[in-house]
């Protein structure tokens, strides 16, 4: 076992009175009725809520830093972990708490929003609770169950198939297993510095800018808050050839994966085809969609795990972002792919808005071949595990 040494001190954020105080007065005036009216006016919205999660996010951050600091709440180095150094946890509460801002301040209200608002809190107060105690898989589990039946009791369900018993059945066990399974795949992501914020800030602008060009600008307004607050969360978390000076954390992962699900779901992504309306959003969250079937099947096919709790609990560094980074030796290399891909796959998504049904099946099959492509790397990724597994070794001791 690998001796991990407490004694380290993470990166701190320096931090100073005139700094705190220019970001609490930008935030403070951002929240000004004038200024607010103002970009009503102007008819950019989605501008002003953009700031206000920025500037939230951006503010808050380096504080949570200092808690966590504070009260010990740090990840640790690991053997099945990259970084190098112990790093403080909670940045996912800064987000939340900047989109709760946005949200709430711009009166951002849909019928389903309180619900998905509330349970994403249960989220929230759970990952902060890991953080902090590691729950075991079965309490995460059982809170994430609760969380998404307050959401589908709020009305966020699939409607896939008719309504009949077995078509409400159906929809049901769908929307469960959607929202638990993204939810979840948010958290394998969160492996490297920069990648599930990143992600999220990337599944949130293609989620929103669908909304407002099919008339739902509510959720486009809702994903604006949720992008926004990634951005100002990204300058401490990703910052290539310096280690991160806070990570999201469980709180911060999951609840993104949580609420950016639900939104996949409230939204009514095409006009007139029920097929591109499911295959905007599986292709919005493409990525995250192969590496959990991708990763399951491998570790059932090689008997690591034997049910859904054991699904949950495993950690290893079989995930996308590790076999890449197996591959390209560069931690910023993969992460910059992955965005890549992300990115492509939106792109795919806006373009399936306007198709036909020719169209739209020649899009899913280029997707297709992409993620095929992506397998061969991730093979090769795979192979070179050992190799790189020493290398990696190498640069911790030097650090």
Same mark, same amino acid.
């Given at each position: 076992?690998?001796?991990?040494?407490?004694?380290?001190?993470?990166?701190?954020?320096?931090?100073?009175?005139?700094?705190?105080?220019?970001?609490?007065?930008?935030?403070?005036? @951002?929240?000004?009725?004038?200024?607010?009216?103002?970009?009503?006016?102007?008819?950019?919205?989605?501008?002003?809520? @953009?700031?206000?999660?920025?500037?939230?996010?951006?503010?808050?951050?380096?504080?949570?830093?200092?808690?966590?600091?504070?009260?010990?709440?740090?990840?640790?180095?690991?053997?099945?972990?990259?970084?190098?150094?112990?790093?403080?946890?909670?940045?996912?509460?800064?987000?939340?708490?900047?989109?709760?801002?946005?949200?709430?301040?711009?009166?951002?209200?849909?019928?389903?929003?309180?619900?998905?608002?509330?349970?994403?809190?249960?989220?929230?107060?759970?990952?902060?609770?890991?953080?902090?105690?590691?729950?075991?898989?079965?309490?995460?589990?059982?809170?994430?169950?609760?969380?998404?039946?307050?959401?589908?009791?709020?009305?966020?369900?699939?409607?896939?198939?008719?309504?009949?018993?077995?078509?409400?059945?159906?929809?049901?066990?769908?929307?469960?297993?959607?929202?638990?399974?993204?939810?979840?795949?948010?958290?394998?992501?969160?492996?490297?510095?920069? @990648?599930?914020?990143?992600?999220?800030?990337?599944?949130?602008?293609?989620?929103?800018?669908? !909304?407002?060009?099919?008339?739902?600008?509510?959720?486009?307004?809702?994903?604006?808050?949720?992008?926004?607050?990634?951005?100002?969360?990204?300058?401490?978390?990703?910052?290539?050839?310096?280690?991160?000076?806070?990570?999201?954390?469980?709180?911060?992962?999951?609840?993104?994966?949580?609420?950016?699900?639900?939104?996949?779901?409230?939204?009514?992504?095409?006009?007139? !085809?029920?097929?591109? !309306?499911?295959?905007?959003? @599986?292709?919005?969250?493409?990525?995250?969609?192969?590496?959990?079937?991708?990763?399951?099947?491998?570790?059932?096919?090689?008997?690591?795990?034997?049910?859904?709790?054991?699904?949950?609990?495993?950690?290893?560094?079989?995930?996308?972002?590790?076999?890449?980074?197996?591959?390209?030796?560069?931690?910023?290399? !993969?992460?910059?792919?992955?965005?890549?891909?992300?990115?492509?796959?939106?792109?795919?998504?806006?373009?399936?808005?306007?198709?036909?049904?020719?169209?739209?099946?020649?899009?899913?099959?280029?997707?297709?071949?992409?993620?095929?492509?992506?397998?061969?790397?991730?093979?090769?990724?795979?192979?070179?595990?050992?190799?790189?597994?020493?290398?990696?070794?190498?640069?911790?001791?030097?650090?």
């Amino acid at each position: 076992m690998q001796n991990i040494d407490r004694t380290k001190q993470p990166p701190t954020v320096l931090l100073s009175w005139p700094n705190i105080g220019g970001g609490v007065i930008l935030c403070a005036f @951002l929240m000004t009725p004038f200024l607010r009216s103002l970009f009503f006016t102007w008819g950019r919205r989605w501008v002003y809520i @953009l700031l206000v999660s920025f500037a939230f996010a951006y503010t808050l951050t380096p504080l949570i830093v200092q808690f966590a600091h504070l009260m010990g709440v740090l990840d640790y180095p690991a053997q099945r972990k990259i970084h190098h150094q112990p790093t403080p946890l909670l940045g996912g509460v800064a987000v939340f708490l900047a989109s709760l801002v946005a949200i709430l301040s711009n009166e951002i209200f849909f019928v389903e929003n309180a619900a998905i608002l509330l349970a994403s809190c249960f989220i929230v107060l759970l990952g902060i609770a890991d953080d902090v105690w590691q729950l075991p898989a079965w309490l995460k589990l059982f809170i994430q169950l609760l969380a998404t039946a307050i959401v589908v009791k709020g009305g966020v369900v699939l409607t896939l198939f008719p309504s009949s018993p077995a078509g409400d059945f159906f929809n049901l066990l769908l929307t469960f297993l959607w929202v638990i399974g993204v939810t979840n795949a948010f958290n394998f992501f969160d492996g490297m510095d920069g @990648l599930v914020a990143g992600l999220g800030m990337i599944t949130a602008f293609f989620l929103g800018l669908v !909304s407002f060009t099919t008339n739902q600008p509510a959720l486009g307004w809702f994903a604006v808050a949720l992008l926004g607050s990634c951005l100002g969360f990204l300058p401490y978390n990703f910052r290539p050839g310096r280690s991160a000076l806070i990570f999201l954390g469980e709180a911060g992962s999951t609840s993104l994966g949580f609420m950016l699900s639900t939104l996949a779901i409230v939204g009514d992504w095409s006009e007139h !085809s029920p097929l591109i !309306s499911v295959c905007s959003p @599986l292709l919005i969250f493409a990525v995250f969609i192969y590496d959990m079937i991708h990763i399951t099947v491998a570790r059932i096919w090689r008997g690591d795990v034997r049910g859904f709790l054991a699904w949950i609990q495993y950690t290893g560094k079989d995930h996308l972002h590790h076999r890449l980074y197996n591959l390209f030796h560069s931690r910023v290399a !993969s992460v910059i792919f992955i965005y890549g891909l992300n990115i492509a796959f939106g792109l795919g998504a806006l373009a399936l808005k306007g198709a036909d049904l020719p169209e739209a099946l020649l899009l899913v099959t280029q997707a297709v071949i992409i993620l095929f492509l992506v397998g061969i790397l991730e093979n090769q990724g795979n192979t070179s595990r050992t190799t790189y597994s020493q290398y990696d070794n190498q640069q911790r001791a030097e650090q």
